[in-house]
T-cell receptor, first 112, second 114 residues
């Protein structure tokens, strides 16, 4: 186990709704990244947070946003949900200055 | 754009045989290459990684090789066991202003037949 936890484990939403996913980083890790993993695909980078600020973003629209808190927990918020947002959402944490990211178990989101 | 190709998409081997998974990356700025194992219903778990200044790294039954010139890197698993059955992902990471964005391959489903 990596020490990275995520909640909830599963979630069902309706198109147009908003969702908040949560992550608790591994102890001592001050950088968190979020990834979207569609069924049968590799994870795709959404964004990275360090010191409560976004400092890197992938090809995702602004309706994907995040927060990082002083205790290194973080949130991923998705507004105006679309059917294609159905996926496994993974957070990964690491210590600044190191390359290795440790992933949580993910939250599986289904948009109907 | 940045891309990582991974082959094969599925791989079946007999228990005790070796398995090889190959990846090719496009971004020459990539300097860190981790491999992850993902079991059903779980998040990816790091199994081995290699940095661009090293050509080969081994950890017990698992080894990774890197050819920077050809932009190829490979995962080798020897003496496979049923518990090695999972989906394996390679990734390439270019360091850009402190952002270690991983570009993942599409995954290889490994089945080890007992």
């Amino acid at each position: 186990e990596t020490g990275v936890t995520q909640s909830p484990t599963h979630l069902i939403k309706t198109r147009g709704q908003q969702v908040t996913l949560r992550c608790s980083s591994q102890s001592g890790h001050n950088t968190v990244s979020w990834y979207q993993q569609a069924l049968g695909q590799g994870p795709q980078f959404i964004f990275q947070y360090y010191r409560e600020e976004e400092n890197g973003r992938g090809n995702f629209p602004p309706r994907f946003s995040g927060l990082q808190f002083p205790n290194y927990s973080s949130e991923l918020n998705v507004n105006a949900l679309e059917l294609d947002d159905s996926a496994l959402y993974l957070c990964a944490s690491r210590s600044l200055g190191t390359e290795t990211q440790y992933f949580g178990p993910g939250t599986r989101l289904l948009v109907l | 754009g940045e891309n990582v190709e991974q082959h094969p998409s599925t791989l079946s081997v007999q228990e005790g045989d070796s398995a090889v998974i190959k990846c090719t990356y496009s971004d020459s700025a990539s300097n860190y290459f981790p491999w992850y194992k993902q079991e059903l219903g779980k998040g990816p778990q790091l199994i081995i990684d290699i940095r661009s200044n090293v050509g080969e790294k081994k950890d017990q039954r698992i080894a990774v090789t890197l050819n920077k010139t050809a932009k190829h890197f490979s995962l080798h698993i020897t003496e496979t066991q049923p518990e090695d059955s999972a989906v394996y992902f390679c990734a390439a990471s270019p360091l850009t202003s402190g952002t270690y964005k991983y570009i993942f391959g599409t995954g290889t489903r490994l089945k080890v037949l007992a």
